[in-house]
């Protein structure tokens, strides 16, 4: 007789494991795009390292909450640019004989405010910079090294003449073993649901200034994903020792307003978000940054 067979309860058996196989690994893809798309610290492998003497998994990619390998409480992912791929060539490091930096528009990535690219030509010169942020809580002053993170500071300094910053609020909050505080992403929400920090300029560059790089209290440091040259527009304040790998640029020092990252720090996060950081119950606002030169 023709027409269509009819499955026995063991063939049955075996669509049904089938399609629960294969809805595991569409989700398993889904997940690991992601992750991709996430970045300070934050990546699909966790990287180990001692925070404060106890192990956490760090996620290096520039958003904040991409997969991490389970490890000790609390665990936490380090400061990510979600938004930050980096494009397959890499943007190149700063190249002091012609005095240019490499920008580089990024692979893929999560929601970009476009503004447009930095200018390649940098000075080294003056030494320092000083950065404002003007915040809803009062000024932090950040004191930035353009010698040894003259593209970083450029790009800075270029984010800010464009008000790119103003109106973000700093999206992701540490705690006293994992001391830091992320902004930098002008789409986050910071509202305890989701804390991604998916959002960037839509270019990346390489990092600098790690030789012998700490992250200790007062540093100022900028956000990648797992991938070298990934640096985008995030960046965290350090308000305690974080025993990180000297792989995010630190490109200046906190020389006014640690008392409000203490402040921000003393009233917790809405929920933690399952990696030992959250966002923030006490809102920290960035109205507007300047950049100024210092002789």
């Known amino acids: 007789m023709g027409g269509k067979a009819v499955a026995t309860g063991k063939d049955r058996q ?5 399609e629960h196989y294969e809805r ?14 996430t970045a300070i610290i934050g990546s699909t492998v966790g990287v180990v390292v001692v925070v404060g003497g106890i192990v956490a998994a760090v996620a290096l990619l520039g958003g904040g909450d991409s997969t991490t ?7 936490a992912s380090a400061p990510q640019d979600t938004a930050s791929a980096a494009a397959s060539t890499g943007p190149k490091p700063y190249n002091a004989a012609t005095g240019t930096c ?3 528009k990024e692979a893929a990535g999560g929601q970009v405010k476009d503004v ?3 200018p390649a030509k940098v000075k080294t010169e003056p030494a320092k910079k000083t950065m404002t942020l003007d915040t809803n809580l009062g000024d932090i002053v950040v004191e930035l090294d353009n010698a040894k993170a003259p593209c970083t500071t450029n790009s800075l300094a270029f984010l800010a003449g464009k008000k790119f910053y103003d109106g973000s609020k700093c999206h992701r909050l540490g705690s006293d073993k994992f001391p830091m505080l992320q902004c930098g992403d002008p789409t986050a ?17 390489a990092e600098e200034n790690l030789q012998g790089a700490t992250y200790k209290r007062g540093t100022v440091a900028m956000a990648k994903t797992s991938a070298p ?4 527009s995030q960046f965290f304040l350090v308000y305690g020792d974080l025993g990180l790998t000297p792989d995010y640029t630190p490109v200046g020092t906190i020389t006014k307003g640690l008392d409000i990252l203490d402040k921000v720090n003393k009233a917790g996060v809405i929920a933690d978000m399952g990696d030992g950081t959250g966002a923030p119950k006490q809102t920290l606002e960035i ?7 210092k002789s």
Request: aromatic share 4%; hydrophobic share 25%.
């Open 14 to 18: 075996k669509q049904l494991a089938r």
């Open 24 to 37: 595991q690994m569409q989700r398993r893809i889904e997940r690991e795009q992601k992750a991709k798309r």
């Open 189 to 205: 929400k910071a509202d305890g649901k989701s804390q991604d920090g998916a959002g960037g300029p839509g270019y990346v560059m």
């Open 287 to 293: 109205k507007d940054v300047t950049i100024a030169g």
């Open 229 to 232: 040259g990934s640096t985008g």
């Open 116 to 118: 447009g690219m930095p």
């Open 69 to 75: 390998e389970a490890s000790a409480s609390p665990s």
């Open 102 to 104: 490499d920008y580089v």
